[in-house]
Structures are given as structure tokens and as C-alpha cells.
């Protein structure tokens, strides 16, 4: 009995050891060793600096589109396009802010032409009214001058109606041709009705019609021409 239990508890042993020394190898499988992992991601990282590096020789010699071939690429399309639409929102922002701009310098140039006519304008106005003030400062002048003037020289009448007396009737007209109506009249006025009735009958026809009817319109006269 002593025998089958020593057998038995060394049975017993054993399959303790080997129970353990599997859970260890297991475990030993499961993790793998922190040098395989960094090695596996050198490698990779290596793979992928190789294929950047040559996607870039190969859009340098022109033999692909890179930009155009990421534009595929699902998500950086739609980026891309959001991209595009916001950056069209700022440009189209910037040039209504443009067209404003140009559209109030333009009413504020408008605004300094019509100030600038105005001002040519009043000017103008100015220099006018100057100008008439002279006018009036001139005119003016030659009034005042004509007030201190000295009266004309009047006319006698009647010493010259005695002059024409002793004349011929010939000479007399040929001098009364070269004044005017008003003072031949005057003369006649103060001559006897026989005296002028000769003279008018010397004249020619057409004055001494004129001169006639001039004669009986006047106010002050009170002799009668006798009929030639």
C-alpha cells in the first residue's frame, strides 16, 4: 500500500510539472516579443517612404498625375470641393466689396463735379454782377456829367430871319438846304409872310410841302403861309 501511494503521488507530481511547463509555452506563443513588433513597423514604414518616394520620381518625369490621382481618392474629393465652394464665397465677397467700392467713389466723384460746377457756376455769377455794377457805376457817371453840362446855345430866330431879309431868295435857300427842318421853321417863324412865301417858292416842291404843313401843325404859330 506504502508503495502504490508513493507511486501514485509521484504520478501526481509529474502531471503538475507538465501541466505547468505547457501553460508557459502557451503563453510564450500568445505574446510575441516586443523586438519582432518594432522590426514588422520599420519594415512597413521603410515599404511605405520607398512607394512615396517613388509616386514623387514619377509625377517629377511626368509620368503621372499625382494631385490629380489623390483628387480620387474618396473624402479628398468632397474637402477638395468644399474647399473650392469656400474659397468661391470669399472671392465673391471680395468683389461685391469691390463694386461697392468703385460704386461710392463714383457718386462721390459725381458729387465733386457738381460741387465744382456749382462753384464755376457762382463765379460766373459773380463776375457778372461785377461787371454790371460797372455798368451801372458808368452810366451812372455820364448822367452826373450831363447834369453839369452847359445848355445848348439857343438859336435866334430872329436875328437870322433879319439876316435871310436882305438876301435873295436863291441864297437863302441854298443855305436852308443845309440845315435842318426844325430850325428853317424857326426862322420863317420870325420872316414876313411875303419874304417866306418867295423862299418856299425857290425850295423844292417836297420841302416845302414838308415845311408847310410843319408850319400849320405847330402850336405857336399864328400866321398864315400864303399858297404857292
Do not use: C, H
Not at 473650392?84 to 468703385?102: A, D, H, P, Y
Not at 463714383?106 to 465744382?116: A, C, I, R, T
Not at 452810366?139 to 436875328?159: F, G, H, N, S, W
Not at 428853317?184 to 412865301?197: F, N, T, Y
Amino acid at each position: 500500500m506504502a508503495e502504490l501511494k508513493a507511486v501514485s503521488a509521484g504520478t501526481k507530481m509529474n502531471e503538475k510539472k507538465d501541466l505547468a511547463k505547457n501553460q508557459k509555452m502557451g503563453a510564450a506563443k500568445e505574446t510575441p516579443p516586443v523586438r519582432s513588433f518594432w522590426s514588422v513597423k520599420l519594415v512597413v514604414l521603410s515599404i511605405l517612404v520607398m512607394v512615396i518616394g517613388l509616386l514623387i520620381g514619377a509625377e517629377l518625369a511626368g509620368w503621372i498625375n499625382l494631385r490629380q490621382q489623390v483628387s480620387r481618392l474618396p473624402g479628398l474629393s468632397n474637402w477638395r470641393g468644399e474647399n473650392q465652394s469656400n474659397t468661391g464665397k470669399v472671392v465673391t465677397g471680395m468683389n461685391l466689396l469691390e463694386k461697392e467700392n468703385k460704386e461710392l467713389k463714383k457718386q462721390l466723384q459725381e458729387q465733386q463735379d457738381l460741387l465744382q460746377g456749382a462753384a464755376y457756376e457762382r463765379q460766373a455769377l459773380e463776375q457778372n454782377k461785377v461787371a454790371q455794377e460797372q455798368r451801372i457805376q458808368e452810366l451812372e457817371k455820364r448822367m452826373e456829367a450831363k447834369k453839369v453840362e452847359p445848355p445848348l446855345m439857343k438859336v435866334d430866330y430872329q436875328q437870322l430871319a433879319i439876316y435871310y431879309a436882305e438876301m435873295k431868295p436863291a441864297v437863302v435857300v441854298a443855305i436852308m438846304d443845309q440845315l435842318e427842318d426844325e430850325i428853317v421853321l424857326g426862322i420863317l417863324k420870325e420872316m414876313e409872310p411875303e419874304q417866306v412865301s418867295k423862299i418856299l417858292a425857290v425850295m423844292k416842291p417836297e420841302r416845302a410841302a414838308k415845311l408847310s404843313k410843319m408850319f400849320t401843325t405847330t402850336e405857336n404859330s399864328n400866321q398864315i403861309i400864303p399858297q404857292i
